[in-house]
């Protein structure tokens, strides 16, 4: 049987999920750090990336759409699968993005429950919960260091 674009979407969003809910309820648990923090969820979403990116580039539907323009990439995520591959493209980055916030809190000594919001925020919108965190660093952080590396 072949795969279905909508089951790999349903099983790529289970293991972001599964990070996310990690990331906020447990963040120290040792299954948290061995599956979230240790970037093991977030490759495991870029392998699939790669498989589904690689199969549209090697496929039938490689020469539609591209990057250099917004028609190119509207033209791109007009095929199910390169849409899917965008898909994961976000949800591991955005995955990435939220375990750099919670060590980065966790190195400064952030209160969790000033994180969590960002996470979450993180998690729905991307930059929007990487902005919060920056502000949440900037007022709750230390003083002396208000850089994002």
Do not use: K
Request: charged letters at 10%; hydrophobic letters at 55%; proline letters at 5%.
């Amino acid at each position: 049987m072949p795969l279905h674009p909508d089951f790999v979407f349903s099983l790529a969003n289970s293991v972001a999920m599964v990070g996310w809910v990690l990331l906020v309820l447990a963040p120290r648990w040792r299954v948290t750090r061995l599956l979230v923090r240790s970037g093991a969820l977030p490759l495991l979403l870029a392998g699939g990336y790669a498989l589904l990116i690689g199969s549209h580039y090697l496929g039938a539907h490689a020469s539609e759409g591209g990057f250099g323009s917004l028609a190119e990439v509207a033209a791109l995520f007009r095929n199910p699968w390169a849409l899917l591959a965008g898909w994961v493209h976000y949800l591991c980055f955005d995955l990435c993005l939220g375990i750099w916030e919670s060590q980065d809190a966790e190195r400064r000594g952030l209160p969790h429950w000033a994180l969590v919001p960002c996470l979450l925020l993180t998690f729905l919108f991307g930059p929007v919960g990487l902005l919060l965190y920056a502000l949440v660093r900037r007022f709750l952080g230390r003083a002396t260091d208000t850089s994002l590396t």
